[in-house]
């Protein structure tokens, strides 16, 4: 029987996704839809590859709310177990550097932070429970002091920022080269109500509008995608009017290579000074760079920058 038992354990572990869940775990309680974004697989599947794992022992399940959060069994994670020999060797295959485990944790810092961002890390530690405390209505209530714009957003992938700004502008349009995520973004605006945005396909070389015709122009996690990123900002400046304003969010240079071959990124990221001398080349003043969001332990800084085009 025991010979059974570890023969199906072993065809368990015989899984590079189900490995990547126990490695994860191992470092922070997840729920679903935080495993999917961390290892790029569809929500069936962790949910398929978790539902294994649990019947084995090797994590558990407690629900909070509408949530599942699984994290390593105490069982496994115990020395002292019939199991503990099992995991001290998968901890030590674990912390073989590689690729793919980079990726793993620097998508799980993304988390960590999506989950820190919010009024309660800027309190003491007498913390307090205030309803309705919100970075996305302070970001939304900033909008109702800008006058009404046009606004594009270049590379705006399925229009989440796209939709916010709408909320505020006279119109935005939304450029992205993919058909699919466009369509996505044009269907959540139009589940959210929000009329006012146009959908165009086009390059961030060679942008579908008319010279001139833009009061922002926004770039957010753009830059990095553009073969030529000199181009993307002449044609930035292109498209605004006088005195118009480019508004860029952009990934402060790293040395994470494995986002080459993940997500398409041409570029490792921008150092402050080269930002502001793409901005400066191609013809905008009034420049500022400076950090927007940066996690201890995070490979990635956020730099967020502004120019305009000189009226």
Sequence with gaps: MYVDQASGLLRLLGDDTR?????VLSREALNVSELTAILGVAQSGVSRHLALLRDAGLVSE???????WYRLSADLA??????????QWLSAEFARPSAAARADDARLEEIRRLRQESFAQHGDDRRQLVPGRSWAAWARALGLLLPPLEVADLGCGEGYLSIEMAR??????????????????RELARRRKIGNIVWKRGELERVPLQA????????????????KP?????????????????????????????????????WLGFS?????????????DD?????GARRTGDPFVVLIASGRKAA
């Excluded at 407690?62 to 599942?68: D, K, L, P």
């Excluded at 505020?168 to 973004?185: N, P």
């Design 19 to 23: 490995l990547r869940l126990l490695r």
């Design 62 to 68: 407690h629900r909070a709310g509408t949530f599942a």
């Design 78 to 87: 115990d020395h002292g177990s019939q199991r503990g020999a099992l995991w």
């Design 168 to 185: 505020w502008a006279r119109r935005v349009v939304a450029v992205d080269r993919s058909r699919e995520v466009l369509s996505r973004g």
């Design 212 to 227: 001139e015709t833009m009061d922002v122009v926004l770039l957010s996690q753009a830059l990095h995608h553009a073969e």
């Design 230 to 266: 000199e181009v993307v900002m002449a044609e930035t400046r292109r498209i605004l009017r006088p005195g118009g304003r480019v508004l860029i969010l952009e990934l402060r240079e790293h040395g994470e290579a494995w986002v080459r071959a993940k997500l398409g990124d041409r």
């Design 272 to 284: 402050d000074a080269a930002l502001q001398a793409l901005m400066a080349g191609a013809g905008f």
């Design 287 to 291: 420049i500022t760079v400076r950090v």
